[in-house]
Nanobody, 122 residues
Framework: QVQLVESGGGLVQAGGSLRLSCAAS????????MGWFRQAPGKAREFVGR????????YYSDSVKGRFTISKDNAKNTAYLQMNSLKPEDTGVYYC???????????????WGQGTQVTVSS
């Protein structure tokens, strides 16, 4: 059974940083893509970025490019989302997801974590 468990969310002031973790278990993710999404209240779930587990290539949405970085630790089977220079508009529930195909749509991913709240105060 595949499980993705996020952690690391919290409250931070604008300009601050947070690092989110996504611990994966239940299968080998070497051929998978790990995605990060976020959802603000009343809005649709939004693509943030993705990392191909094999090769570590990354891709980011324009709204976070240059501020957010996705990485992984193979030994821990964990992906990370380092968020710097946070803005109030980055507030939302952040989700990690996994799937065999690279994409920016919610439907591209088969497995989802429970989400972790990130709140950026102005």
């Amino acid at each position: 059974q595949v499980q993705l468990v996020e952690s690391g969310g919290g409250l931070v002031q604008a300009g601050g940083s947070l690092r989110l973790s996504c611990a994966a278990s239940g299968r080998t993710f070497s051929s998978f893509v790990m995605g990060w999404f976020r959802q603000a209240p009343g809005k649709a779930r939004e693509f943030v970025g993705r990392l191909r587990w094999s090769g570590s290539t990354t891709y980011y949405s324009d709204s976070v490019k240059g501020r957010f970085t996705i990485s992984k630790d193979n030994a821990k089977n964990t992906a990370y989302l380092q968020m710097n220079s946070l803005k109030p508009e980055d507030t939302g529930v952040y989700y990690c997801a996994a799937g065999p195909y690279s994409g920016y749509l919610v439907s591209s991913y088969d497995y989802w974590g429970q989400g972790t709240q990130v709140t950026v105060s102005s």
